[in-house]
Structures are given as structure tokens and as C-alpha cells.
């Protein structure tokens, strides 16, 4: 039922969103350049490899020995602009109507952080990963890592039609009110480095 609920519903809001889709790839391509479409590999159920997309939202500038400069500084306020208000999510539909995510499931997040979860963190990867879920609607980059993985397992083992509806739902009013959208002093969120060791 879930994923008969995800075709359709992606399926349905890429028709919908055509021209918005249109209009902020122009966009995209006016104010940051080609390509207007960030693609990034991410791990999917079970841990597999996908290649997740999302509109550009960060100027490809980098420093006098051509590493990319910190995120503060290409986070452009056109690109704040699509992340508060998620617009830069938009072409991850596509990702759900292909198989790879789900409208809800935990977030999918860096290749590089799959060796650093405990056994109890890695149930994420249980699930297909999500537009959205229990942890963006309970906090979104505002949480701890731990308090997102927490909400993430609760999610695992708690997780139903009614309440993707419920999350869905949650979605739309933390988008329009644009909670929780950076980590304190961050561009987005601190990277991950595993658990600490004392």
C-alpha cells in the first residue's frame, strides 16, 4: 500500500509541479549555472547506492588551490530561498517514482557516514529514506544527530499508513512556517563523525 501510495502520489505532483519544476530549474540555471540539478549518491534500503537529485542551491566557487569553499560562503540567498521553503527537494519525486525513496522514511544522508553507525543507527537504512519524516517534522536540522537517529528508529518500528499521512500533513505547515531548516551557526547541519568515545 505504501508504495502504490508513493507512485501515485509522486506521479501525481510532478504533473502538477511541471511548471514550477520549469520555472525553478530556469532559475536555477540564471542565478547558480549548470548544471541546475545537484546529484549526489546517497544510501538507500539496505545501504544501496542511489543517485539522489535535488536543485542546485550553492555557487561551485572554490579556493586559490581549487577546494570548494565552506558551505556559508556558496549558500547563496537564492539558494536559502529553496532550501527554506524545500523547493530544492522538488526533483527527489522523481527519485520516489523510481523506486529509490519514499515520501516518508528516514532522510538519506552521506555515503561517507556508513561505517560510523552504531548497529541501532543503521536501522535506518531498514526503509527506503524519505522526502521527509518523523525527524523533519520534529525538528529538521535544528536536532542533535542523536535525537535524529532516535526519532528515525522510532519511526522504523512505529511506522504506518496513518502516520505518513500524519507526517505528510506535518510536512506542509513546518514548509510553510520554515522550522528548523539550518543547525545553529551552520549552513545546514555539522557533519557527522560517529559516536564519541570517552
Not at 542523536?146 to 513546518?174: H, P, Q
Request: glycine share 8%; charged share 25%; net charge positive.
Amino acid at each position: 500500500m505504501k508504495r502504490i501510495f508513493d507512485i501515485a502520489v509522486a506521479f501525481a505532483a510532478l504533473v502538477i509541479l511541471a511548471p514550477v519544476l520549469l520555472l525553478v530549474g530556469c532559475l536555477v540555471h540564471l542565478k547558480l549555472g549548470s548544471p541546475f540539478l545537484f546529484e549526489q549518491m546517497r544510501p538507500g534500503r539496505d545501504g544501496r547506492p542511489f543517485r539522489m537529485l535535488k536543485f542546485r542551491t550553492m555557487l561551485d566557487a572554490t579556493d586559490a588551490q581549487g577546494r570548494p569553499l565552506p558551505d556559508q560562503e556558496r549558500l547563496t540567498s537564492f539558494g536559502r530561498l529553496l532550501r527554506s521553503s524545500s523547493l530544492d527537494e522538488l526533483p527527489e519525486l522523481w527519485n520516489v517514482l523510481n523506486g529509490d525513496m519514499s515520501l516518508v522514511g528516514p532522510r538519506p544522508l552521506l555515503m561517507d557516514y556508513l561505517p560510523l553507525y552504531s548497529p541501532e543507527q543503521a536501522r535506518r537504512h531498514e526503509l527506503r529514506p524519505g522526502i521527509t519524516g518523523w525527524a523533519q517534522v520534529n525538528g529538521r536540522n535544528a536536532l542533535s544527530w542523536d535525537e535524529k537517529f532516535a526519532l528515525d528508529a522510532w519511526y522504523v518500528d512505529n511506522r504506518s499508513f496513518g502516520l505518513d499521512v500524519k507526517i505528510l500533513c506535518m510536512t506542509i505547515a513546518k514548509v510553510l512556517r520554515r522550522d528548523g531548516i539550518s543547525a545553529a551557526g551552520e549552513a545546514t547541519m555539522t557533519p557527522f563523525e560517529g559516536q564519541k568515545t570517552t
